[in-house]
T-cell receptor, first 115, second 111 residues
Framework: DTEVTQTPKHLVMGMTNKKSLKCEQH?????MYWYKQKAKKPPELMFV???????INESVPSRFSPECPNSSLLNLHLHALQPEDSALYLC??????????????FGPGTRLTVL | GENVEQHPSTLSVQEGDSAVIKCTYS??????FPWYKQELGKRPQLIID?????GEKKDQRIAVTLNKTAKHFSLHITETQPEDSAVYFC??????????FGTGTSLTVIP
């Protein structure tokens, strides 16, 4: 399996809802990432997990809560979002090998709309 | 932190011509530089990458060059085809395993 998968593909939620995005990979990668991408903009790093531990939080509001239950799974829990949080949320993974080689692969993304 | 600049923001070429996209980075410790192609509504797809110990890499019609001294790297696409039309992003990875992306180049190949 050489793919990163994400569910759901699309999500519409109200500002008072609680929802979760899921990401899964079975490539044995030990680094997993969440990115937010607005239309016609580059992916913007949100969180990095290395060996199932949160290693980087790019000053993301607390209404986004990441979770890494095991080395294959990554969740993003959403609560009390704002309309401006509507975007494509991309998950990615990379091998996190020693040295300088570390190719990153992206999942297909979840298109989130906050009403 | 790392700052990656990418130029041009839009590029139109005739089919069969070459396209060149350039990126500069600020953190001299960055050591890995991937290029992604993203079609509308799709995920970014890795098309080529280069490590900091290599100056050039080629894969069929696509090549990437890296100048560590000047801190810039470039994507070269030869014999462009309409299916090359997409948004291209460069990125730089620092020693903290953070990837920073350029602002993107929208490439249009005119048949």
């Amino acid at each position: 399996d050489t793919e990163v998968t994400q569910t759901p593909k699309h999500l519409v939620m109200g500002m008072t809802n609680k929802k979760s995005l899921k990401c899964e990979q079975h490539m044995g990668h030990r680094a997993m990432y969440w990115y937010k991408q607005k239309a016609k903009k580059p992916p913007e790093l949100m969180f990095v997990y290395s060996y199932e531990k949160l290693s980087i939080n790019e000053s993301v509001p607390s209404r986004f809560s990441p979770e890494c239950p095991n080395s294959s799974l990554l969740n993003l829990h959403l609560h009390a979002l704002q309309p401006e949080d509507s975007a494509l949320y991309l998950c990615a993974s990379s091998p996190l090998t020693s040295g300088i080689t570390d190719t990153q692969y992206f999942g297909p993304g979840t298109r989130l709309t906050v009403l | 932190g790392e700052n990656v600049e990418q130029h041009p923001s839009t590029l139109s070429v005739q089919e069969g011509d070459s396209a060149v996209i350039k990126c500069t980075y600020s953190d001299s410790a960055s050591n890995y530089f991937p290029w992604y192609k993203q079609e509308l509504g799709k995920r970014p797809q890795l098309i080529i990458d280069i490590r900091s110990n290599v100056g050039e890499k080629k894969d069929q019609r696509i090549a990437v060059t890296l100048n560590k001294t000047a801190k810039h790297f470039s994507l070269h696409i030869t014999e462009t085809q309409p299916e090359d039309s997409a948004v291209y992003f460069c990125a730089a990875r620092n020693t903290g395993n953070q990837f920073y992306f350029g602002t993107g180049t929208s490439l249009t190949v005119i048949p």
